[in-house]
């Protein structure tokens, strides 16, 4: 069955915790920015440190779009729980692509994301490879994916940065194959310049700017990621930043930075 989108595009990945979907949305959702295309994310983090089934919503429109929606058009799932725990949004409508090895279901197209992974050495570049296959499927330009592929690994030995930047052509390759998905999405030059900010950006700038100067936190996805960027900010900003050993510290430091006189 071919399915063609021209003006809005519902993209879900689906996994257990640490299979890497935060760097998945990371670098699809900067890529397509970059390619001029209206892009919108959300996370989705169950209450545990590993396993469970977490979830991430790509929206990829012709206009700009400030929330996600219902609907599932492409499911990527990389987690054999996964379909199960999404099929309330799961229609006849949406289109399947997993590992037939991984995941068991109907109307799958198959993507060898465990023979492609297993190649490089490790599991972890499934992620990679994911990557590439969503901006294969829209066709963006390979050049700039690949020098931000590098960019995004620089902090990592040139063997794993060389793997990932494979994994990633060879998931692009994967989705531009895919002759049954039309995208034909117009894309936007003036939006490639616009700020991408993820909830954490936009909490963190807000407390700066409302003159926040002390931040405690026993943090757990997704709170971690302010407490990160408040780190960052305090090294340029007259903030305390102090991750504490448990809940009750917190208060207890929030309350005596309170009496003290700090926002």
């Known amino acids: 069955m071919r399915r063609e989108f021209t003006q809005d595009i519902v993209i879900v990945l689906a996994g ?27 996370s989705e983090f169950m209450s545990r440190v590993r396993g469970g089934s977490n979830s991430t919503v ?15 058009d492409i499911l990527i799932p990389l987690h054999p729980e996964s379909v199960e725990r999404l099929s309330h949004r799961i229609t ?42 969503i901006c294969g499927l829209f066709k963006i330009d390979e050049a700039p ?34 002759a049954d998905i039309d995208i034909a999405i117009p894309r936007d030059p003036s939006v490639a310049d616009d700020y991408l900010l993820s909830g954490a950006d936009a909490v963190s700038l807000g407390a700066l700017a409302g003159g926040c100067d002390y931040v405690c936190g026993y943090p757990m996805s997704p709170s971690t990621s302010v407490l990160e960027k408040m780190a960052t900010y305090s090294l340029g900003h007259d903030v305390i930043v102090e991750q504490v050993e448990d809940e009750i510290g917190v208060i207890n430091m929030a309350i005596g930075a309170w009496f003290a006189g700090a926002r």
């Open 16 to 42: 257990e915790a640490g299979q890497g979907l935060q760097s998945i949305e990371g670098i699809v959702s900067l890529l397509l920015k970059r390619s001029g295309y209206n892009v919108f994310s959300a």
């Open 92 to 133: 006849g409508d949406t289109l399947v692509l997993a590992d037939p090895s991984t995941v068991a279901t109907d109307n799958v197209t198959p993507i060898g994301f465990t023979r492609l992974a297993a190649e490089l050495g490790s599991a972890l570049y499934t992620s990679s490879i994911a990557s590439g296959l």
């Open 58 to 72: 790509l929206r990829v429109s012709s206009q700009p779009v400030a929330g996600y929606v219902d609907r599932i």
């Open 145 to 178: 994916c690949e020098a931000y592929m590098r960019e995004y690994y620089a902090a990592k030995s040139d063997d794993v940065k060389n793997k990932n930047v494979a994994a990633f052509a060879s998931g692009y390759a994967l989705g531009a194959g895919l």
